[in-house]
């Protein structure tokens, strides 16, 4: 599998893949047509409420992503935003719903794309991150959250986002160790996280007159009890740092955890995040505002809607692919 850039460009949005965006693009359109035994289609991220649907696990998690996200919106003046690596469209769809603003999706599988229409009725199209067919400037905000780390040049992917972006670009990605990064390289396991970022990884922005803000989200030491909230059941994967019988424990737990914990327990922990990042120093995502101009951001109050309460009951029917 290859790893380095793809410097095939004829044009903004038309783009000749390499080998490893070819082989995602392949892996991606399967996934997000994976139904379970019920033909009902099981999403990426928690759209059918806490608990209350085939869903990949991590809900919590997902949820604190989701909340300090829309949270940091709302403190930027914004008529029209672009969610790229979008998947089925649930961020974009939160963000229409909380600031009633134009919103559309664009995901390099074609398969989500379908999904985000289908479900929540967004526009969305399929396009490499790398060469976007976006005129520069068309969306006042660009998000583009927990996808850097899966592309092939995230440098170049960061320029695309920036270009397309009249205002500023929020992204989020993991803040993962070295060697969890060379042991993805090594094993080569489809869309696992190819690239290590930290604080300081778009510190180089500002030298390109872009204010760079930086936010922890996320701590480390909430893991554990998140993963006994969310109460999923979770299959061995061998390719994991931790033996089987830990696995097997994790499962036996959570059919207790399950019956003590909802989702006040969960709305809880999503609200402590945020002291903990701040308390302690391990954390496992960042937020980065990069902000063309500054004077786009100012002390406007997250919409009177938006709360984690909201988050955490948001829900869709359950969908089936058409046939």
Same mark, same amino acid.
């Given at each position: 599998?290859?790893?380095?850039?793809?410097?095939?460009?004829?044009?903004?949005?038309?783009?000749?893949?390499?080998?490893?965006?070819?082989?995602?693009?392949?892996?991606?359109?399967?996934?997000?047509?994976?139904?379970?035994?019920?033909?009902?289609?099981?999403?990426?991220?928690?759209?059918?409420?806490?608990?209350?649907?085939?869903?990949?696990?991590?809900?919590?998690?997902?949820?604190?992503?989701?909340?300090?996200?829309l949270e940091a919106?709302?403190?930027?003046?914004?008529?029209?935003?672009?969610?790229?690596?979008?998947? $089925?469209?649930?961020?974009?769809?939160? #963000?229409?719903?909380?600031?009633?603003? *134009? #919103?559309?999706?664009?995901?390099?599988?074609?398969?989500?794309?379908?999904?985000?229409?289908?479900?929540?009725?967004?526009?969305?199209?399929?396009?490499?991150?790398?060469?976007?067919?976006?005129?520069?400037?068309?969306?006042? #905000?660009?998000?583009?959250?927990?996808?850097?780390?899966?592309?092939?040049?995230?440098?170049?992917?960061?320029?695309?986002?920036?270009?397309?972006?009249k205002k500023a670009?929020? &992204?989020?990605? *993991?803040?993962?160790?070295?060697?969890?990064?060379?042991?993805?390289?090594?094993?080569? $396991?489809?869309?696992?996280?190819?690239?290590?970022?930290?604080?300081?990884?778009?510190?180089?922005?500002?030298?390109?007159?872009?204010?760079?803000?930086?936010?922890?989200?996320?701590?480390?030491?909430?893991?554990?009890?998140?993963?006994?909230?969310?109460?999923?059941?979770?299959?061995?994967?061998?390719?994991?740092?931790?033996?089987?019988?830990?696995?097997?424990?994790?499962?036996?737990?959570?059919?207790?955890?399950?019956?003590?914990?909802?989702?006040?327990?969960?709305?809880?922990?999503?609200?402590?995040?945020?002291?903990?990042?701040?308390?302690?120093?391990?954390?496992?995502?960042?937020?980065?505002?990069?902000?063309?101009?500054?004077?786009?951001?100012?002390?406007?109050?997250?919409?009177?809607?938006?709360? &984690?309460?909201?988050?955490?009951?948001?829900?869709?029917?359950?969908?089936?692919?058409?046939?």
């Open positions: 599998m290859k790893y380095a850039s793809s410097n095939s460009n004829t044009g903004h949005g038309v783009s000749i893949l390499d080998t490893y965006t070819e082989e995602l693009k392949s892996w991606l359109n399967k996934r997000f047509s994976t139904c379970d035994e019920n033909g009902v289609y099981i999403a990426h991220q928690p759209i059918y409420g806490f608990r209350k649907g085939p869903c990949e696990p991590g809900h919590i998690s997902r949820y604190i992503i989701t909340y300090r996200l919106l709302g403190h930027l003046e914004f008529e029209s935003l672009l969610d790229v690596g979008g998947a $089925e469209g649930y961020k974009a769809f939160l #963000v229409h719903k909380f600031f009633n603003i *134009p #919103v559309m999706s664009t995901d390099l599988s074609e398969e989500s794309c379908k999904r985000a229409n289908e479900i929540f009725g967004i526009e969305s199209n399929s396009s490499d991150i790398h060469h976007m067919p976006f005129e520069d400037g068309q969306f006042d #905000v660009v998000m583009c959250s927990e996808t850097l780390e899966h592309v092939t040049d995230w440098k170049q992917a960061t320029s695309e986002l920036l270009r397309v972006a670009v929020f &992204i989020t990605v *993991p803040q993962d160790n070295e060697k969890f990064i060379e042991h993805n390289k090594t094993t080569k $396991e489809m869309h696992s996280h190819i690239h290590q970022f930290n604080s300081d990884s778009f510190k180089y922005l500002k030298s390109e007159n872009c204010t760079v803000i930086v936010r922890k989200i996320s701590s480390s030491l909430l893991v554990i009890p998140a993963c006994l909230v969310d109460a999923t059941h979770r299959a061995h994967n061998e390719n994991w740092r931790h033996p089987r019988i830990a696995t097997h424990i994790y499962n036996f737990l959570t059919v207790l955890t399950k019956k003590i914990f909802g989702e006040k327990t969960s709305e809880f922990l999503i609200w402590i995040d945020r002291y903990f990042c701040k308390m302690f120093q391990f954390h496992q995502t960042n937020i980065f505002m990069i902000l063309k101009n500054s004077d786009c951001l100012y002390g406007k109050k997250v919409p009177n809607n938006l709360s &984690i309460r909201e988050i955490v009951k948001f829900s869709v029917p359950h969908h089936y692919l058409s046939k």
